[in-house]
């Protein structure tokens, strides 16, 4: 299971806010609740996610096994 735990830690990190996400990434709310939710997303999303935070696709997700 991908899980998005780690974008919540770079993100505080860096002094982002979901606000600051939404202005800054042009990322809607429905979006953020997805992520929050560790659901699916587009690629062009994790895109933009990686530009904003100026990170790797590492820093803000993971994979997870599930039990």
Do not use: H, P
């Not at 780690?6 to 997805?34: A, H, N, P, Q």
């Amino acid at each position: 299971m991908i899980v998005f735990n780690k974008l919540w830690e770079t993100m505080k990190s860096k002094g982002f806010s979901t606000y600051t996400l939404r202005e800054k990434c042009g990322i809607d709310s429905k979006t953020v609740r997805r992520l929050k939710a560790n659901e699916n997303i587009e690629t062009k999303t994790l895109n933009k996610l990686c530009e904003a935070l100026d990170c790797q696709i590492e820093d803000i997700m993971e994979f997870v096994k599930e039990k």
